[in-house]
């Protein structure tokens, strides 16, 4: 059941840039094409329209569907919505680091950990180990874990091919159709990055979770499965590793936003030389912000 709901919502969410996309009026397909084009079971489908419904984004009477205003940014579901019990642990885990000044070389108590994140001590082992192979965090012992940091060379390759990755797929947005889904993507992102620069102050910590769905977004054009299993160990080095250094937290984060919304404004122009500059300056701020955090 609770796969199924993490499906759902995941294909809630992709549903939106599709309406996005549309026209006020417009009808929407039919619930087998709808399944189809989301890559879900007709349940599911039928699942989405009455969520669509309920919250008066569609009408719906009969066969036919109505797209009564375009869907926000707070009308989907959030990543700890989709999370899987794993990226539960996952997403706890690193928010305890982010949060708190936990440094490397740090030991960490798995037995008080498993208390405050609410799982089990197998759990949380569990894992530890499959976060281990990032060479982040290091066994010590049966039960004991450190936390570690990485050399500023691995940083180096790391930024490197990120670079190489992420501007081969921005290049593409350059050629893409005007009623590629992504574009309405786009459009919520840019929104959701202006309400958070609104409220900075309060709200600084929030950008982690925000820059890497701007970054899957982008590389997510490729359709790359290596590109996007990549794109994990950037989000986890990149805002887990270099946030132990907490100096000029919020402004590392509004400029980073700031960045973004330049880059955004790019990626719209269809102009590559225009999209690489905009992501080449991005991609090295981002590079220097975390040979910074591990003093390189």
């Known amino acids: 059941m609770a796969r199924t709901n993490t499906r759902f919502k995941a294909a809630y969410n992709a549903m939106m840039p599709r309406l996005q996309a549309m026209r006020i009026g417009d ?3 039919s619930e087998t094409a709808i399944a189809e084009s989301l890559g879900v079971s007709r349940t599911i489908s039928r699942s989405i329209l009455t969520e669509l419904a309920q919250h008066e984004i569609v009408s719906w009477q009969g066969r036919r569907k109505t797209l009564l205003r375009h869907p926000s940014a707070a ?6 919505d989709l999370a899987t019990s794993s990226e539960k642990i996952e997403r706890k885990f690193l928010e305890w680091i982010l949060r708190r000044d936990v440094a490397p070389g740090a030991r960490l108590n798995i037995r008080d950990l498993a208390r405050r994140f609410a799982v ?3 759990a949380l082992n569990q894992y530890l180990t499959a976060f281990s192979r990032f060479g982040m965090v290091q066994r010590e012992g049966r039960e004991g874990w450190v936390l570690t940091g990485f050399t500023a060379e691995y940083a180096r390759e790391l930024s490197e091919f ?3 990755i992420e501007l081969d797929a921005a290049a593409r ?5 005007d009623d590629h889904p992504v574009w309405a993507e786009l459009d919520l992102l840019d929104d959701e990055h202006r309400d958070l620069m609104a409220a900075i102050d309060t709200r600084f910590h929030d950008f982690s979770e925000l820059d890497d769905r701007f970054h899957r977004t982008v590389v ?3 359709s790359n499965r290596f590109a996007l299993e990549f794109q994990e160990l950037v989000t986890l080095v990149f805002h887990y590793h270099y946030q132990w250094n907490k100096r000029l937290e919020r402004e590392r984060n509004a400029a980073a936003i700031g960045e973004h919304l330049v880059y955004l404004e790019a990626l719209r122009t ?3 030389d225009t999209i690489l500059k905009a992501a080449g300056d991005h991609l090295a701020t981002a590079h220097m912000t975390l040979l910074e955090s591990i003093g390189a």
């Open 120 to 122: 089990t001590p197998a």
């Open 270 to 272: 269809r102009d590559r």
């Open 27 to 29: 009808d929407l397909p």
């Open 173 to 177: 947005f350059a050629a893409l159709a």
């Open 162 to 164: 990120r670079r190489m």
């Open 220 to 222: 997510g054009i490729t």
């Open 75 to 80: 009308d989907k579901f959030s990543g700890a």
